[in-house]
T-cell receptor, first 114, second 113 residues
Framework: DAGITQSPRHKVTETGTPVTLRCHQTENHRYMYWYRQDPGHGLRLIHYSYGVKDTDKGEVSDGYSVSRSKTEDFLLTLESATSSQTSVYFC?????????????FGPGTRLTVT | KQEVTQIPAALSVPEGENLVLNCSFTDSAIYNLQWFRQDPGKGLTSLLLIQSSQREQTSGRLNASLDKSSGRSTLYIAASQPGDSATYLCAVRLAGANSKLTFGKGITLSVRP
C-alpha cells in the first residue's frame, strides 16, 4: 500500500467553525489531491497540488483552501464549515513523471458538520 | 467537459460467473484510464491502469480493455467470488499538463455465494 495517512479519520464539528484535514505521504510523490465523495455525485476534485506551494482549484473548490509547505503534507481547510460540506474526504497522490502514473488513495476522513 | 458513465449502478451475480463491468467516456483524448475498487467505508484501491496507447491490461482474474475511439472500457472479472463484492470505479485522465482524473459514479457488485 502507498504510504498515505489522513488525520483525523472522523470528525464532528459545528456549522461556522474552521476545520483542517491533513494528508501525509511517505512516497515523495509530486502530485497530491483532495477529493470529496458524496452519494449520487461520486468523487469530485476539490484542490490539487503539483509541487510545494503550487496548488490549483478543482471542480468544487468553493469554501475550501489548501496549503502545501512540504512535499509530504497537504492540508485542506474549511474556513467556516457548512452542513453541505458533510462528506467523506479522500487524499490521493501521483508521481506525474512515472510511466504508470497511477493515483493512490488514502483511507479517507469522514466529516460531519452539524 | 469529460463525463464518465458507469451503468448499471448495481449488479448482483452468483458466485463463479464471469462478468463485465462497463465504463464510457465522452472525450476520447485521454492520457490513461484507471479502474479502482472500493470496499464499504474504505479508500480506493487501484486495480489496473491502461495507457492510451494500450488495448488491455491484465492482473490475475481481472482484465481491463480500452477502446478510445468508441469511448469505452470494460473490466472483466473471471470466476467471480464473494470477496469480489465491492464498488468498482473507473476514472479517466485527459491528455495535457496537470490534467486531473474524472471519475464515474461506480458499479456496486454483489457476488452471491
Amino acid at each position: 500500500d502507498a504510504g498515505i495517512t489522513q488525520s483525523p479519520r472522523h470528525k464532528v464539528t459545528e456549522t461556522g467553525t474552521p476545520v483542517t484535514l491533513r494528508c501525509h505521504q511517505t512516497e515523495n510523490h509530486r502530485y497530491m489531491y483532495w477529493y470529496r465523495q458524496d452519494p449520487g455525485h461520486g468523487l469530485r476534485l476539490i484542490h490539487y497540488s503539483y509541487g510545494v506551494k503550487d496548488t490549483d482549484k478543482g471542480e468544487v473548490s468553493d469554501g475550501y483552501s489548501v496549503s502545501r509547505s512540504k512535499t509530504e503534507d497537504f492540508l485542506l481547510t474549511l474556513e467556516s464549515a457548512t452542513s453541505s460540506q458533510t462528506s467523506v474526504y479522500f487524499c490521493a497522490i501521483s508521481e506525474r513523471d512515472s510511466l504508470r502514473n497511477e493515483q493512490y488513495f488514502g483511507p479517507g476522513t469522514r466529516l460531519t458538520v452539524t | 467537459k469529460q463525463e464518465v458513465t458507469q451503468i448499471p449502478a448495481a449488479l448482483s451475480v452468483p458466485e463463479g460467473e464471469n462478468l463485465v463491468l462497463n465504463c464510457s467516456f465522452t472525450d476520447s483524448a485521454i492520457y490513461n484510464l484507471q479502474w479502482f475498487r472500493q470496499d464499504p467505508g474504505k479508500g480506493l484501491t487501484s486495480l489496473l491502469l491502461i495507457q492510451s496507447s494500450q488495448r488491455e491490461q491484465t492482473s490475475g482474474r481481472l482484465n481491463a480493455s480500452l477502446d478510445k475511439s468508441s469511448g469505452r472500457s470494460t473490466l472483466y472479472i473471471a470466476a467471480s467470488q464473494p470477496g469480489d463484492s465491492a464498488t468498482y470505479l473507473c476514472a479517466v485522465r485527459l491528455a495535457g499538463a496537470n490534467s486531473k482524473l474524472t471519475f464515474g459514479k461506480g458499479i456496486t457488485l454483489s457476488v452471491r455465494p
